[in-house]
């Protein structure tokens, strides 16, 4: 082997040293949020008197990994979803019908008798087994994610009308979901805290710290898996997606399946997130695919902010706390706030709170609220060369 062929082939390894090494300060705050969230947040909230506080906390972090599956399609792929409530109620009703199963030998739940059922439905008898449930909430919302996705994708449909098919497809899941009265309680919905699980009731103070910190570890999961798609060649292709698919195409790839792709992954995360979500909030019912919840899904991700996936966590976060504590001491208000709030991302923040650490938007904040002109930015750097700025001083004198 030559020295050339030796060099050429260190640089792929050195490019990727460097980027594991990257990486670890990265790995290292996730693991520490975890473990806070997951050990001292709980301590911390009961030593304050909020005990309250932490199936709440549990619930918005289950919230979290939808909002990271929106993120994935939204913010790096350019497909605003106004309907992934669909993939949430989906997750949440899979594991719903696990948990009304788990009755005496003989028996079935209670609502079908007030609608003259005896018989258990045919599509009921899977859920009697968890492996089947596990798979099934994650699985059930990417199949119909797949087909949807494959509809409207190989038909080159994008932007406004995307999402004005996906807020349709909600519309008709919801008015079926509601309908169905004698087959999955309708607009009653599934209880959960109820029923048993593993011999306790769901509502059980143990059930529910297991729930919570399988919401900590699926959002980890969530983050991992989404900075990895997003990153290396993937990730730069479902940018170039977002940015020009006309000129993706014209590369020579075929962006349908990348998108049917990210899109299934966005509501495989949704289903988990709804799952999480019914066990700890206790019920799940259409009220999930109302168009309100959907589009608030897209206000966590653009107020936290747009391709940077922390951002939609800290969205989920922030939004769904302020909406209960403002709620809870001015409940006529807060409809009012969240306008405002979207309104003010959108005009002025519109990277979202996170952008506010983006360079280039300080540097916009410092020339627009400052005067402040920035400095260039040049190989070798001109601006500290002193024969340079001799030489400038003596232009303008």
Not at 7 to 20: G, N, Y
Not at 69 to 83: P, Q, R
Not at 245 to 266: H, I, L, N, Q
């Amino acid at each position: 082997m030559t020295a050339v062929e030796t060099q050429t082939s260190q640089v792929p390894l050195e490019t990727s040293l460097r980027k594991r090494k990257s990486l670890l300060p990265e790995i290292a705050v996730v693991a520490v949020l975890a473990l806070v969230f997951i050990f001292l947040a709980p301590l911390l909230l009961n030593a304050l008197g909020q005990g309250s506080r932490v199936n709440q906390l549990g619930r918005f972090l289950s919230l979290a990994i939808a909002a990271l599956g929106i993120d994935l399609i939204w913010g790096y792929t350019g497909m605003l979803s106004l309907g992934h409530g669909i993939f949430f109620a989906l997750g949440g009703y899979a594991f719903a019908m696990y948990l009304q199963l788990q009755l005496p030998a003989g028996q079935i739940p209670d609502f079908f008798n007030l609608y003259g059922v005896t018989e258990l439905p045919a599509f009921w008898q899977p859920f009697y087994s968890l492996p089947f449930t596990v798979f099934a909430i994650f699985a059930i919302p990417t199949l119909v994610a797949v087909i949807l996705g494959y509809l409207v994708f190989r038909n080159r449909i994008r932007g406004v009308y995307f999402s004005i098919l996906t807020q349709a497809a909600l519309i008709v899941f919801f008015n079926f979901f509601n309908g169905q009265q004698k087959l999955i309680n309708g607009t009653n919905g599934l209880k959960t805290d109820t029923a048993t699980f593993f011999g306790s009731l769901v509502s059980d103070p143990k059930n529910q710290t297991v729930f919570y910190a399988l919401s900590v570890l699926f959002l980890v999961g969530g983050y991992a898996l989404c900075r990895w798609l997003t990153s290396g060649r993937l990730g730069r292709l479902l940018i170039a997606i977002r940015d020009d698919e006309p000129r993706v195409r014209f590369s020579g790839y075929d962006p349908t399946w990348y998108k049917v792709f990210v899109f299934a992954v966005s509501a495989g995360l949704a289903g988990i997130a709804g799952a999480l979500y019914t066990v700890q909030s206790g019920i799940i019912t259409p009220k999930a695919m109302d168009i309100a919840f959907s589009i608030e899904m897209v206000i966590w991700v653009a107020v936290g902010g747009r391709a940077t996936l922390a951002g939609a966590v800290l969205g989920a976060l922030v939004v769904n706390f302020a909406k209960t504590l403002l709620s809870e001491q001015y409940p006529e208000v807060w409809l009012f706030f969240q306008g405002g709030l979207f309104l003010l991302v959108v005009t002025v923040l519109p990277s979202g709170f996170l952008g506010l650490f983006n360079r280039k938007t300080l540097l916009w904040l410092r020339a627009n609220l400052l005067g402040q002109r920035p400095k260039l930015s040049t190989y070798p750097s001109l601006e500290e060369d002193p024969e340079v700025d001799h030489e400038r001083k003596n232009i303008r004198n």
